[in-house]
């Protein structure tokens, strides 16, 4: 049985928002050659600290655009940004077992937007990894800085600390128990913010929401990656009684459901990602309450970014037809579910 | 690869229709008294054939009554008939590969109805097991029977041999490509009829339907036998012919749609009998095109007949609660599905 913990987060992220000083604020850069010239400056800074790929939003295909949008290394926003929007997404390091990934948004809202998204609840270590680099490029390029403010961004919002910690979270039980509009308001109270997953306003995909402050002025960064876990690790206590919950509520129900779940998905023959999200919630589901068991939940969560449109299309030179498309996320999904198995009570 | 015959056709039966002479066809027969003596008079015959299970059908309970028809070893004409209907049910010999059944039905619409069910295609069989019944029965009772005519039967449909061969039929492929009803109306040209399984004007259930000769009159058993014989190898091609246009016309539609319910079975928590009816036909056709695999796939048919409410009520004492059956059955699904594989292309 794995912990509440496992089943419930999935990620952690912490971003840093930062502009170069003497510059304008990208949305008074009206000159194109002067912000691909801040692609360029921080490109090079960058390159100096580790390894970077980068990507120019006015070269990428749009699978690759939207690839990297499904996997949270860029917003929708600086897709948008064709004449000048830009980023960095950091080689794997091999040594790192929890698979974290760096990437830099160049020209978004602000000039820089420094990310670091690990598995599990580990705002802590995200936010080394990413002050880290953050030192780093401080030496290299000059940020525009304040005594007074801290950190000034194009939004008052991300002034002083320029931090956002988010979390993401699996909530299956408060959402089936309907409990999550109240939640949301309570956590507002928090000074913090619990939206679905794909950005503000979109319904929740997969029973997936994140969490992630609101403040950035006037606290220092420990102090917001402390309360952000603490409103998580209550969230999480939330889930686990809302599960508990949902099972006594209906027991023969629910357990029907995530195993038709796991039954269709390990032998259908084609499934669109939309059917495929949906079944295999209730497949994270039975494993959360004990129905189905797997080593890897976490593995999950990587399995279900990999099923998207945008991350399948990568994989070939050509994007997919899409009736092949829901073909060939069939037979992963076939191979995948042979490393879940049906508990029998 | 099960060949077609074997995926097609059912099971086989023979019924003759016997009335005893100087006695009033059961219609006629008011005294329930005398009624009750043709029961005494026939039991004590047939005990000298066979071993047989007398169920006298103002003694039997409502769930063996509804478990004998959903066998088709009693008709719902006979389960009506409290006052003086009963039905003998031959204790099945062990030695019998085919698990041939054998019942007798007293005060029917004649005396006796004498029928003989076996497994597959195998008509000539049940007519030799049935007659040599009928012989032995017949030096102990005398047979109503006309030189000129034949046996004498309370309707005239009966007249003569009082001979019905019947088969079972599993037709998907007629059925999913709407070919049914013309060939029900060119079986009807040919002296036969078809109709769904459970009796005259029903729909098909799980793609069931049976075939049964019209003429009993002027023709010799050999000839209704050979001619629904042939009757029947013919619907077997026309079936075989319809499941490859089906497989044509729709091949992932139809493979994804087997394998789906076969994934359903093999995980659910709890099913009806409807709709476990509706997805084991899938899994059936699925075996029959070969997307999935079973080492005997008529078993699967007397998996269907004990799933029935009325047989899952006889494995206790008192009958399941609607709510139990249904998470029982589940489990008897997820166990007899370990020997149904998916078959990987």
Do not use: W
């Not at 974290?100 to 705002?123: A, C, P, T, W």
């Not at 459901?257 to 998905?265: F, H, K, T, V």
């Not at 919630?281 to 004990?290: H, N």
């Amino acid at each position: 049985m794995i912990n509440n913990i496992e089943s419930t987060v999935a990620s952690s992220r912490v971003r840093l928002a930062r502009n170069l000083a003497d510059h304008p604020f990208p949305d008074r850069l009206s000159d194109p050659i002067k912000a691909k010239q801040i692609v360029r400056t921080v490109f090079e800074a960058a390159s100096g600290v580790r390894s970077f790929r980068l990507y120019s939003m006015d070269v990428i295909t749009e699978t690759v655009a939207q690839s990297l949008r499904d996997d949270h290394l860029i917003s929708a926003e600086l897709a948008k940004n064709k004449a000048c929007g830009a980023a960095l997404i950091a080689e794997e390091e091999e040594e790192d077992p929890l698979h974290g990934k760096f990437s830099v948004m160049i020209n978004e809202e602000d000039h820089l937007r420094e990310q670091y998204i690990v598995k599990g609840l580990n705002l802590s270590l995200a936010y080394l990894k990413i002050s880290a680099v953050d030192d780093e490029l401080s030496k290299k390029l000059r940020f525009a800085f304040d005594a007074q403010l801290g950190y000034l961004t194009a939004c008052p919002t991300n002034l002083g600390t320029g931090l956002r910690a988010s979390v993401m979270l699996f909530l299956p039980g408060l959402t089936r128990m309907k409990k999550m509009s109240r939640l949301i308001r309570e956590i507002s109270r928090l000074g913090h913010t619990v939206r679905g997953v794909y950005g503000e306003g979109s319904a929740a995909e997969g029973y997936m929401y994140q969490i992630s402050n609101e403040v950035t002025l006037g606290v220092d960064e420990d102090y917001i990656l402390s309360e952000v876990q603490r409103a998580v690790l209550e969230i999480v206590n939330l889930e686990s009684h809302a599960r508990k919950e949902l099972l006594a509520s209906k027991p023969t129900e629910i357990r029907d459901q995530c195993c038709r779940a796991y039954g269709i998905l390990a032998n259908c023959e084609r499934v669109s990602f939309k059917e495929f999200l949906r079944l295999i919630s209730d497949v994270k589901l039975g494993v959360a309450l004990g129905f189905l068991e797997t080593e890897n939940f976490g593995a999950m969560d990587d399995f279900i970014a990999g099923m998207r449109p945008s991350n399948l299309d990568l994989l070939r030179d050509e994007p997919f037809d899409p009736v092949e498309r829901d073909l060939f996320r069939a037979q992963k999904c076939r191979r995948f579910f042979r490393k879940i198995r049906r508990v029998e009570k």
